[in-house]
């Protein structure tokens, strides 16, 4: 009996050495996989107020915050098939474990995101509103104020107080959660960002494969008749 009790208590101390806080050992969900690091960028996990460095190809779970330093960037796969990119002195939380939408929460700072699979989908709270992106290419900041950029597909920008559809080359604004978002209008050629090309994400298909999904729907672009297009292609191994 005292042979058994001793053996019970070694397993137990295993499990707390290997999972800390009475974490459970079964497999927990993935919401992102880190594919870019650069600079100071580090992480917390759901819950926990102690930080640690974020490298390349680290698994992050539902409510795990990333922060970036002055000058850093990084950027993140997400389980649904969509690609973001973090600009610098931003702070992203991933999805939580509850509630009936999958949000990414962006308490401050700049994303930059593009659907790489035929299932992709993204939804990003602010302060200010929510951005739902529903095409390609999105770029959203909050700063002082929140500022959405379409590139390429569409956003739904919404708050309590309003409601605008954002489209390939519009932008709009919101001054606070009491004003409702401004209506969309033009990019100016100065208005245009191009921060997130300094990121340069190589082996797309194996991050993929890594929040599980299949490498066989991954979306590109094809030049065709002098017209780019998405199309769903397979990737063949190197």
């Known amino acids: 009996m005292k042979l058994h009790k001793t053996i019970l208590a070694a397993a137990a101390l295993a499990v707390l050495t290997l999972y800390p806080g009475g974490q459970a ?3 927990e969900k993935i ?3 880190s594919v870019f690091v650069q600079g100071d960028v580090t992480y917390a996990r759901a819950g926990s107020e102690a930080y640690a460095e974020l490298k390349a190809n680290d698994l992050l779970h539902p409510g795990d915050l990333v922060k970036t330093g002055a000058g850093a960037r990084a950027s993140l796969i ?3 098939g969509a690609e973001i990119r973090i600009n610098e002195n931003s702070v992203l939380e991933m ?3 509850k509630g009936l939408r999958e949000m990414f929460g962006l ?3 700049q994303v930059w995101s593009r659907m790489l699979h035929k299932r992709a989908k993204l939804t990003v709270r602010t302060p200010a509103a929510v951005c739902a992106v529903r095409g390609t290419e999105a770029d959203i900041e909050q700063r002082s104020l929140l500022t959405v950029k379409v590139y390429e597909g569409h956003v739904d ?3 309590a107080l309003g409601k605008q559809s954002l489209f390939a080359g519009q932008i709009s604004t919101v001054a606070d959660p009491r004003s409702a978002p401004a209506p969309a209008r033009s990019m100016t050629k100065g208005e245009a960002g191009n921060w997130q090309e300094a990121i340069d994400v190589k082996d797309i298909g194996k991050y993929l494969k890594r929040v599980g999904l299949s490498d066989k729907n991954l979306r590109v672009k094809i030049a065709k008749d002098g017209q780019e297009k998405d ?3 397979g990737l ?3």
């Open 25 to 27: 050992f079964c497999a």
């Open 31 to 33: 919401a992102a996989v």
């Open 78 to 80: 997400t389980k649904t």
């Open 95 to 97: 999805p939580g474990k």
């Open 107 to 109: 308490a401050m700072g």
């Open 157 to 159: 920008l919404e708050n």
């Open 231 to 233: 199309v769903d292609v």
């Open 236 to 238: 063949k191994p190197k």
